[in-house]
């Protein structure tokens, strides 16, 4: 399991770069959707041989080795792997994965495949993340039985819709205005929700609605007093940075 900080810091590595190869891709794969499959192919970048290999996506290298673009420049690595090939059996397999020369690369090859190869139409310029990677499934990317909803379920916990509008500094931006801001009982909006989403991080089972009601409170009154905080229940700078990290 990756920790607090490998999850974020893995956030801050590769939302710009999914979020640029989106844009120079058209927009035509949801950048939420790019970054939900890199932190789950790769255990949040805790992968070694992934890391190793700057390979987020677990592309295998394929019987005709084909390049879907520039990006991939032929090179590749062995390893073990899981194929529901009947979906739902397990079957354990060895199989040749691309290796790039850098996350970049491997990000614009993901975009590459997934915006040439005829078998990925149905996930591009569709009406939601869910409808893409339903897509990118029915494409043969991946064989898991619960495949999509594992990429859905990393895209709502972590609010990765918000990189959607195609800003690659939103990640840095909303943190760095979140911090500025102090919100309490009564407060709604995008910074409510960014607080409720880091709370249910830190173990809080909130509904993310963007709402800061009495639960909100409750919560953020418990996670001051594991902070050594003021527990006051209002999210100031300091409870800001704690809850940030």
Same mark, same amino acid.
């Given at each position: 399991?990756?920790?607090?900080?490998?999850?974020?810091?893995?956030?801050?590595?590769? #939302?710009?770069?999914?979020?640029?190869?989106?844009?120079?891709?058209? /927009?035509?794969?949801?950048?939420?959707?790019?970054? $939900?499959?890199?932190?789950?192919?790769?255990?949040?970048?805790?992968?070694?041989? /992934?890391?190793?290999?700057?390979?987020?996506?677990?592309?295998?290298?394929?019987?005709?080795? =084909?390049?879907?673009?520039?990006?991939?420049?032929?090179?590749?690595?062995?390893?073990?792997?899981?194929?529901?090939?009947?979906?739902? &059996?397990?079957?354990?397999?060895?199989?040749?994965?691309?290796? =790039?020369?850098?996350?970049?690369?491997?990000?614009?090859?993901?975009?590459?495949? !997934?915006?040439?190869?005829?078998? =990925?139409?149905?996930?591009?310029?569709?009406?939601?993340?869910?409808?893409?990677?339903?897509?990118?499934?029915?494409?043969?990317?991946?064989?898991?039985?619960?495949?999509?909803?594992?990429? /859905?379920?990393?895209?709502?916990?972590?609010?990765?819709?918000?990189?959607?509008?195609?800003?690659?500094?939103?990640?840095?931006?909303?943190?760095? /205005?979140?911090?500025?801001?102090?919100?309490?009982?009564?407060?709604?909006?995008?910074? #409510?929700?960014? $607080?409720?989403?880091? !709370?249910?991080?830190?173990?809080? &089972?909130?509904?993310?609605?963007?709402?800061?009601?009495?639960?909100?409170?409750?919560? #953020?009154?418990?996670?001051?007093?594991? &902070?050594?905080?003021?527990?006051?229940?209002?999210?100031?700078?300091?409870?800001?940075?704690? !809850?940030?990290?």
């Amino acid at each position: 399991m990756a920790t607090k900080t490998q999850i974020n810091d893995f956030l801050r590595m590769i #939302v710009p770069i999914a979020v640029r190869q989106a844009k120079k891709h058209g /927009m035509k794969i949801y950048p939420s959707v790019c970054i $939900a499959q890199a932190c789950h192919e790769s255990g949040w970048g805790t992968s070694k041989k /992934m890391i190793n290999a700057n390979a987020l996506y677990g592309i295998k290298v394929g019987e005709s080795a =084909y390049h879907f673009g520039k990006a991939w420049k032929g090179k590749a690595y062995k390893t073990g792997t899981t194929e529901y090939y009947d979906g739902k &059996n397990p079957t354990k397999i060895v199989d040749w994965f691309r290796a =790039y020369d850098s996350i970049e690369d491997a990000t614009e090859d993901y975009f590459d495949l !997934l915006c040439t190869a005829k078998r =990925y139409r149905g996930a591009l310029n569709q009406h939601s993340p869910k409808a893409c990677i339903d897509g990118i499934v029915r494409g043969g990317y991946a064989t898991g039985p619960k495949y999509a909803n594992h990429i /859905m379920a990393t895209i709502n916990s972590y609010d990765l819709t918000r990189f959607d509008s195609g800003n690659e500094n939103e990640w840095s931006s909303s943190l760095n /205005m979140a911090i500025k801001s102090v919100i309490r009982t009564g407060s709604r909006g995008d910074y #409510v929700t960014l $607080a409720q989403t880091k !709370l249910n991080q830190k173990g809080m &089972n909130l509904k993310v609605d963007g709402i800061f009601g009495k639960n909100t409170k409750d919560a #953020v009154v418990k996670f001051q007093k594991e &902070n050594g905080l003021v527990a006051d229940g209002v999210i100031g700078p300091n409870t800001w940075n704690k !809850l940030l990290k």
